[in-house]
């Protein structure tokens, strides 16, 4: 059910002119956000956001001379099947918004941000249509697309601060971000190990049985990058949620205008995509949560 057309298919509207670059607060990142709802409500998904809805909205700086003062994040649940353990969630995440209108490049001002991270939002997706038509895992799932990461990881701050399921109950946090560039048969990791060694081990076994190989390099503590600290993830991991950050690296076209949907390699996002379905998998079918054996630096 991970398919290149679909993938293509929601890209292309996540990442349109019309949405003009879906900076939180402005009425493109609001059009985005509830494509994605409608979205989730096809494949019958629980909504999981505020009030019964798809959508948790929260308050926020004024951002880009718009005014704005609040975004949302689009939340959803795949119920797990064992009444013993559907209470506990493997929760994915992505972030839908980005830089929305900025000075012109080349006669382009605007900042669709197909890679960044319309890529991770399009490959959540597809696996939550996977896990929702296909067979059930046995904890449940919680998707959350975070709005305003562009301006300091906001959403992912205000769910793990206000979350809509107990904060105890999610077992692990799986983020994907740019997954559409570069080499196409290597993905870089984040993270994975630094708070449960076992989360670590099954990102390595579930990666090689996906063919892929990982890039370690962006996870080094004094990398340059310190990606680590600026992506959804490390909100979760303050709270001692293990994390794992999928990532296919940086390129030129990074916040600039030309991060188009004519760049990004299709195959690439579906075999990160098909990553994070097994390793999701494997966490929501496991018989106990991974352990926290590690603290973060």
């Given at each position: 059910?991970?398919?290149?057309t ?9 990442a ?17 956000a509830?494509y994605l709802?409608?979205?989730?409500a ?7 956001g ?8 929260f ?29 506990e ?7 839908y ?23 991770g939002?399009?490959a959540?997706l ?5 896990l929702?038509?296909?067979p ?5 799932v919680?998707?959350v ?11 992912s701050?205000y ?6 399921v ?11 971000d740019?997954?559409g560039?570069?080499a ?26 996906e ?11 004094d990398?340059?990058?310190r ?10 991991a303050q ?7 999928f ?5 030129p ?5 030309s ?19 097994r ?11 991974p ?5 973060a630096?």
């Open positions: 059910m991970i398919d290149t679909d993938l293509r298919r929601q890209l292309a509207v996540l349109a002119d019309s949405l003009q670059g879906r900076l939180a607060g402005t009425p493109g990142a609001d059009r985005a509830a709802a409608a979205r989730l096809d494949l019958g998904l629980e909504p999981a505020t009030d019964g809805a798809f959508l948790q909205r308050a926020m700086p004024a951002v880009g001379g718009t005014g704005a003062d609040s975004t949302q994040n689009v939340v959803a649940i795949v119920r797990g099947t064992e009444p013993g353990l559907a209470g969630y493997v929760a994915l995440g992505a972030h918004d980005h830089l929305g209108m900025g000075a012109p490049v080349a006669g382009d001002s605007i900042y669709n941000g197909a890679d960044d991270d319309g890529s939002t399009v959540l597809e696996v939550a249509e996977a929702s038509r296909g059930r895992p046995r904890r449940s919680l998707l697309l975070h709005g305003g990461e562009e301006e300091g990881l906001l959403g701050f769910f793990t601060l206000r979350p809509t107990p904060r105890d109950s999610i077992v692990a946090q799986l983020n994907v740019m997954l560039r570069n196409p048969d290597s993905l870089a990791v984040i993270g994975a190990g630094r708070v449960s060694s076992e989360l670590d081990s099954i990102v390595r076994r579930q990666a090689a049985n063919g892929l190989a990982l890039d370690f390099t962006y996870d080094a503590p990398h340059p990058e990606l680590y600290y600026r992506s959804d993830h490390y909100n979760y709270y001692g949620i293990p994390v794992a950050f990532f296919a690296g940086l390129h076209d990074y916040h600039m205008p991060d188009e949907i004519d760049k990004i390699e299709f195959a690439k996002v579906q075999r990160s995509a098909r990553l994070l379905y390793v999701a998998w494997e966490l929501a079918n496991r018989p106990a949560a352990v926290r054996d590690k603290l630096p």
